[in-house]
């Protein structure tokens, strides 16, 4: 069974700081895909960012990037630039390839972006 | 409307009673989801359907019924359900069931229950 772990309950930062959320995961797959999912307060849950295991190149979305070491079956989430808006929950993602079709989320983690 | 859509947003409810949630998503998508989340918990993956036909039940009591009458719409019934069960309950939807770039979910506000 795969599993999900964020080790970081909450964070916070100042404005405009760099902050790198940590994710771990275990797997006996080899293709599967990795999300980051931000949840704001009250608000939806919306995909940040998404990887694929075969591919070698970090994924990027304007100010969010990841880094995915496969062999250590890591996917952090940096977050450059911060903003107030950045404040919500995080969640980490896991989705096989293969067999049953479950996306696996961590336990989440709290950040928020002080002025 | 656009996205993911639940109804309602709010629920309060006895024991004894019996209430539905309602899903509908907007996007021509194929496959539906039920997730609860607890807090300080993992988000649980409840129920999954795909084009209307239930392809997992991921071990939920027989209190939660879902029902799926068309693509685009999922309800969970409820019914003697227990304060342990007060949660957000989320609807998701993707593409398809299958692997690329058609897994991802795309949530809905959820409808945060409490059981009294």
């Known amino acids: 069974a795969q599993t999900v772990t964020q080790s970081q309950p909450e964070m916070s930062v100042q404005e405009a700081e760099t902050v790198t959320l940590s994710c771990t995961y275990d797997?006996?797959?080899?293709?599967?895909?990795l999300f980051w999912y931000k949840q704001p307060p009250s608000r939806q849950m919306i995909l940040v960012i998404r990887?694929?295991?075969?591919?070698?190149q970090n994924a990027t979305e304007n100010r969010f990037s990841v880094n995915f070491q496969k062999a250590a079956k890591s996917f952090s989430l940096k977050i450059s630039d911060s903003q107030l808006g950045d404040t919500a929950m995080y969640f980490c993602?896991?989705?096989?390839?293969?067999?049953?079709?479950?996306?696996?989320f961590g336990q989440g983690t709290r950040l928020t972006i002080n002025p | 409307e656009t996205g993911v859509t639940q109804t309602p947003r709010h629920l309060v409810m006895g024991m004894t009673n019996k209430k539905s949630l309602k899903c509908e998503q907007h996007l021509g998508h194929n496959a539906m989801y039920w997730y609860k989340q607890s807090a300080k918990k993992p988000l649980e993956l409840m129920f999954v359907?795909?084009?209307?036909?239930?392809?997992e039940n991921n071990s939920v009591p027989s209190r939660f019924s879902p029902e799926c009458p068309n693509s685009s719409h999922l309800f969970l019934h409820l019914h003697t359900l227990q304060p342990e069960d007060s949660a957000l309950y989320l609807c998701?939807?993707?593409?398809?069931?299958?692997?690329?770039?058609?897994?991802?979910?795309?949530f809905g506000p959820g409808t945060r229950l409490t059981v009294l």
């Open positions: 993602a896991f989705h096989a390839t293969g067999g049953a079709q479950k996306l696996v």
């Open positions: 990887q694929e295991a075969y591919k070698q």
């Open positions: 797997t006996s797959e080899n293709n599967y895909y």
């Open positions: 359907y795909s084009l209307e036909e239930r392809v």
């Open positions: 998701a939807s993707s593409q398809e069931l299958a692997s690329g770039p058609t897994d991802t979910q795309y």
